[in-house]
């Protein structure tokens, strides 16, 4: 079965149980820099199942187009994939466990056809923060699967969250059983030995984590699902790895052509990579040398490195393209419209990449000789570092050039140096940043005081959900960006106020702290950016209400303040909100 009728099948199924097929989102997150890419059909869906109404309704499914980026050096075996497509389905509050099992198993049954057999499914063992899912796999037993195929186990296996903190909840994972011997007695579901894939995963998500590592339930019970499709495609073809199905072959076939030398990896990484990054550049993405744009340009330059390997000309990098996109675009039809800026975006890129090259090799190849003269084995971290400073040459590309001539990287030296210059540009920018506060008046010191109360007040008004995403403060007025989809009802707004004058007038002492920064997120502090911050960070405690990585300055006592009145609530983009503020 082809991976477009499987998601056809999936989205028509889920439909047909009540379900609203919404869009994917953008790879690329809208509002939330906390990310660099969507990971998770859930993602962009985090307001909704925290219990924003959603305005399509409680039952929602889609088909999520997601990019993970952990495992880009594993890419070139025969699983890893860095972009995927996540096919889900979501009870927003409304149906629970049993009717989510009862329809997975029906899906994966009568739909696609899999024979019970060939089915596993693992649930939560449970611990001291959430019972053991009995109930999970009382609903498995009585859809068909037989009790020596469920499976119980704990946090590390059968429980989802993304990231460190937010919603989460037990989860029970379906396998599929590809038919090869176990590997030993105990071969099972989580041992990783290949015998059993993991298809799905429905997550139970009623809890949420805070930034204290404490759980508590969250208003609804949702649930939250992810099928990979280009497993299940591989499945369901009978191939053992996904470059064999019909969304790599094409282009799998066409770099055999052309390569002259073989080497299955190396057409494994410029197949998937290549498609990364032009599912990447088709949602907006270009290369540079930060965050996304620099994952972008990792995924470009590895694909031309291994080009470079197999020696096939970059000439070719556009019939490659071309042959992505055709093979694609019935899936995702914006390739077509995008396909000659994804070609520009990629070929200019390459061009750039070809010049850092052949001057980084050449240093490369000074500094192997220098190595090899005093029979090292490890190229010094000190090189790495100098190869990515001066010559813009990534350290997994360095990795690569080593391990060809039978040297490592030292990685860990590579990391030191980097930390540090990273912590040096840092420094940098906060004694920027704390000459431009020197000129703080009396009222900005007011306002910047009244950030932290109303930020605080908004969290307790409209959720946790809500994130400080920007501000800016002027003698005059405040104003405030923060995280939350809905216009604020008048209601929302007067409560907010009240709150936040109810502060003033209990005449808090605001605190100043320096501390860890790690100890800083133990206990719970908020902060726009944390990468951005040093080791050592300044906090502001605001009694219990408040607690915020912030470098100052502030009142001393909320009482300063004066009277807090909301002058506006506006969008400011897409699931952002503005409020302008004033001290009376
Ligand atoms: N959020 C869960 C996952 O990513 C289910 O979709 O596996």
């Known amino acids: 079965m082809k991976a477009i009728e499987i998601r056809n099948k999936y989205l028509n199924f889920f439909k047909n149980h009540g379900h609203v097929v919404i869009p994917s989102a953008p790879l690329i997150p809208e509002n939330d820099p906390s990310v660099l890419f969507t990971t998770a059909g859930m993602q962009p869906l985090v307001p909704y199942l925290l219990g924003e109404t959603h305005p399509a309704g409680k039952r929602l499914t889609d088909f999520q187009k997601c990019l993970r980026t952990n495992d880009i050096e594993e890419v070139g075996d025969n699983r890893h994939l860095t972009y995927f497509e996540m096919l889900g389905n979501w009870s927003l509050g409304d149906y629970f466990k049993e009717e989510s099992i009862q329809m997975s198993f029906d899906f994966l049954t009568k739909e696609l056809n899999i024979p019970i057999e060939k089915l596993s499914v693992t649930c939560f063992a449970g611990d001291k923060d959430c019972p053991r899912d009995e109930v999970t796999a009382n609903c498995w037993k009585k859809a068909g699967i037989p009790v020596e195929r469920i499976y119980y186990f704990g946090k590390d296996d059968n429980w989802w969250i993304a990231g460190e903190d937010g919603p989460c909840g037990p989860d029970t994972e379906m396998f599929y059983d590809t038919g090869k011997p176990k590997c030993s007695e105990n071969c099972n579901p989580s041992c990783g030995c290949g015998k059993?894939?993991?298809i799905w995963n429905n997550v139970f998500m009623e809890y949420f984590k805070g930034k204290d590592?404490?759980?508590?339930?969250?208003?609804?019970?949702?649930?939250d699902t992810g099928l990979g499709l280009e497993r299940m495609t591989m499945l369901l073809e009978g191939k053992e790895t996904p470059f064999e199905t019909e969304l790599f072959a094409p282009v799998m076939e066409k770099l055999q052509e052309l390569q002259k030398i073989d080497d299955i990896a190396s057409r494994r990484i410029i197949a998937e990579h290549l498609r990364a990054s032009i599912m990447i550049i088709c949602d907006g993405g270009r290369p540079?040398?930060?965050?996304?744009?620099?994952?972008?340009?990792?995924?470009?330059?590895r694909t031309i490195r291994h080009m470079n390997k197999l020696q096939i000309s970059l000439d070719e990098l556009s019939t490659l393209i071309d042959i992505n996109v055709d093979n694609l675009k019935e899936m995702y039809p914006a390739l077509e419209k995008n396909r000659e800026t994804i070609k520009t975006v990629i070929i200019e890129e390459k061009d750039k990449f070809v010049k850092t090259l052949t001057k980084g090799e050449k240093e490369f190849a000074k500094e192997m000789e220098f190595?090899?003269?005093?029979?090292k084995k490890v190229i010094d971290g000190k090189v790495v570092f100098k190869l990515y400073d001066t010559y813009g040459f990534p350290p997994e590309v360095t990795e690569d050039l080593a391990n060809e001539n039978g040297m490592q990287i030292d990685?860990?030296?590579?990391?030191?140096?980097?930390?540090?210059?990273?912590?040096?540009?840092?420094q940098g920018a906060e004694q920027k940043f704390k000459g431009g506060l020197a000129s703080t008046g009396e009222m900005e010191t007011k306002y910047h005081t009244a950030t932290h109360l109303l930020n605080a007040a908004l969290k307790q008004i409209l959720g946790?959900?809500?994130?400080?995403r920007g501000s800016n403060i002027t003698a005059e007025r405040m104003r405030f960006d923060f995280s939350h989809d809905s216009k604020m009802t008048e209601e929302e707004k007067q409560k907010t106020e009240e709150l936040v004058n109810k502060w003033i007038a209990e005449a808090i002492p605001v605190?100043?702290?320096?501390m860890k920064k790690e100890d800083a997120i133990k206990m719970g502090a908020e902060a726009m950016f944390i990468e951005k911050y040093g080791d050592i960070v300044s906090v502001y405690k605001i009694g219990d209400k408040s607690l915020e990585l912030c470098g100052g300055p502030h009142v001393s006592n909320t009482s300063e303040l004066g009277h807090f009145k909301i002058k506006k609530e506006e969008s400011s983009s897409s699931g952002v909100r503005r409020i302008k503020a004033v001290l009376e």
Do not use: C, T, W
């Open 411 to 426: 990685k860990k030296e590579f990391e030191r140096l980097f930390k540090e210059h990273q912590e040096k540009s840092r």
């Open 464 to 468: 946790p959900h809500v994130h400080q």
């Open 511 to 514: 605190e100043h702290m320096e």
């Open 288 to 301: 540079s040398n930060i965050d996304r744009g620099y994952i972008l340009r990792r995924l470009i330059r």
């Open 213 to 223: 590592g404490k759980y508590i339930k969250l208003k609804q019970h949702n649930v």
């Open 371 to 375: 190595a090899k003269q005093q029979n």
């Open 196 to 198: 059993y894939v993991e």
